[in-house]
């Protein structure tokens, strides 16, 4: 079978460049950490004081939000993490384009509903604008990826 397929860059025929090294998977992957990061301490020490004196329906709605931006960032890690893998020969390329790698959460994820809504707190619609920014751009990289090694 040869070696696996740069993750990084278009087969030489296919023309455009994916990512023409792995600094923009790294910058992806650090980005996606440190959002994750930022994302498990809004939910850890915030979320709570944020519901505070707040409706039932709009604590629901902060808990809603917060399992959607946690549902984003781990498909993105997971995603990326399958890429790293294939780089350290530890999956074929053909196994990451299967469905137990695939990047999901479909409608929930893709949905960019939520920083508009003024009654969320400020910190949790910021997280919600990037995650579903970088979630986006996932969907869009993994696109590329599987039309790269098709």
Known sequence: MGP???????????????????????????????????????????????????????????????????????????WLLALKAVHAHELTADQVLGEQFALSGGTICSDPSGPDNGELPSGLRSLLQRSHSLYMRAERLEEQYRRSVA
Do not use: C, H, W
Request: glycine residues 2%; aromatic residues 10%.
């Open 4 to 78: 696996p397929p740069a993750v990084f860059r278009s087969s030489p025929e296919k023309g455009s460049s994916l990512l023409e090294s792995n600094a923009f998977f790294d910058r992806t992957y650090e980005e996606t950490m440190a959002l994750l990061v930022e994302a498990r301490n809004y939910v850890a020490f915030q979320e709570a004081k944020d519901q505070r004196g707040l409706p039932p329906q709009v604590r629901l709605q902060i808990s809603y939000e917060s399992l959607r931006v946690t549902s984003r960032l781990t498909q993105v890690m997971a």
